[in-house]
């Protein structure tokens, strides 16, 4: 049911699902300023990280087809492309598909936040619509590689790495002949139902049928100049709660038995380290409160990205904010608990 209360310090849309049935559902604030569209649940939302989720689910599924292990060495398999790719001397022989899944591989981070203040700052003052394939990102991690004191020495042990889910994108590029967006267009999105689901540019028009919520910072300038003119491996899918409800019960092993993906997914859930913001799987965020409870985030300028999904109960909850100098906390407060 769609809810008609009023928010004093939030912007966008929310969305509690049992399954892929909607139970409540809300939005506020305005999609557009300029032309004072509202926000809606019809509208596409930037997801910034909540993305690695996406990237995460299109690897298991090179994986599930046998087309890659996740113990493969990522050198060896983009090192098929150096005209591609480069030498790659930045990558070692030792990082697999595994631990880049899992922020364990010690690969550097083009976007390292403990190093660089935002993305702008990443790039050095380059123009954001110049990075577009994930090849295009590998110079920026490579230079982080040569600032290094001392290089891999975080293999093994939990480190966000951006830089690691663009090499992902690279990977499933590198597998499936494709690009990493069409890809998970025709693997994830489509196949799961995940109609307002997609990589789109700022700067083209949207498919027939994607109305797009803009992101505004809290200087009230919109983000298309703040993050990548589109998104890739390590964030910037678009999506809306109703499409995260059907992800979320495209890939849950337990509604999908007879899959090959089953068991891929099974593992990518499990904890197998301490991350920053709970547990870590491959791909995926497990609460420390309640490891019932996978989930995915993001965060990028004018954008907070939350999606919750309760293996017991198979309900979600998904959050899509659009104003940086907005915040969650009333949705948390009122519906959080719904999906335990």
């Not at 949207?206 to 964030?235: F, H």
């Not at 301490?274 to 990028?300: H, N, Q, T």
């Amino acid at each position: 049911m769609s809810n008609e209360t009023q928010f004093r310090h939030f912007s966008g849309v929310f969305g509690v699902f049992d399954g892929t049935q909607p139970v409540e559902t809300g939005e506020a604030g305005l999609a557009d300023r300029s032309f004072s569209v509202p926000n809606g649940q019809a509208l596409s939302y930037q997801t910034a990280s909540g993305t690695k989720g996406f990237t995460a689910a299109a690897v298991l599924s090179l994986a599930a087809q046998g087309k890659i292990s996740l113990d493969d060495s990522v050198k060896s398999i983009l090192g098929r492309d150096p005209e591609k790719y480069g030498q790659l001397q930045w990558i070692s022989e030792a990082v697999t598909v595994r631990s880049l899944l899992a922020h364990t591989s010690g690969i550097p981070d083009y976007f390292d936040e403990d190093h660089v203040e935002d993305f702008d700052d990443a790039l050095g003052g380059e123009a954001n619509y110049h990075y577009e394939r994930p090849e295009q990102f590998f110079p920026l991690a490579e230079a982080a590689w040569k600032k290094q004191e001392e290089p891999y020495a975080s293999a093994g042990r939990f480190k966000y790495s951006n830089g690691g889910f663009v090499v992902l994108a690279a990977v499933v590029e590198a597998v499936s002949g494709g690009s990493f967006g069409a890809y998970v267009n025709g693997h994830i999105f489509r196949p799961f139902g995940m109609d307002h689901s997609g990589f789109f540019r700022f700067d083209e028009q949207a498919p027939e049928g994607i109305l797009r919520a803009s992101s505004y910072q809290e200087n009230g300038r919109s983000n298309i100049y703040a993050v990548p003119v589109i998104g890739g491996g390590d964030g910037g899918a678009y999506t809306n709660p109703s499409d995260m409800a059907r992800f979320w019960n495209g890939l849950d092993p337990d509604l999908i038995s007879d899959s090959s993906m089953a068991d891929l997914i099974r593992t990518a859930w499990t904890p197998l380290q301490e991350g920053d913001d709970g547990l870590y799987g491959l791909g995926f965020w497990i609460s420390s409160k309640d490891p019932r409870i996978v989930f995915l985030e993001g965060f990028d300028p004018g954008v907070q990205f939350f999606s919750y999904y309760n293996r017991a109960s198979k309900r979600s909850l998904t959050i899509c904010l659009n104003d940086e100098s907005m915040n969650c906390d009333e949705v948390f407060a009122r519906y959080y608990s719904m999906i335990g």
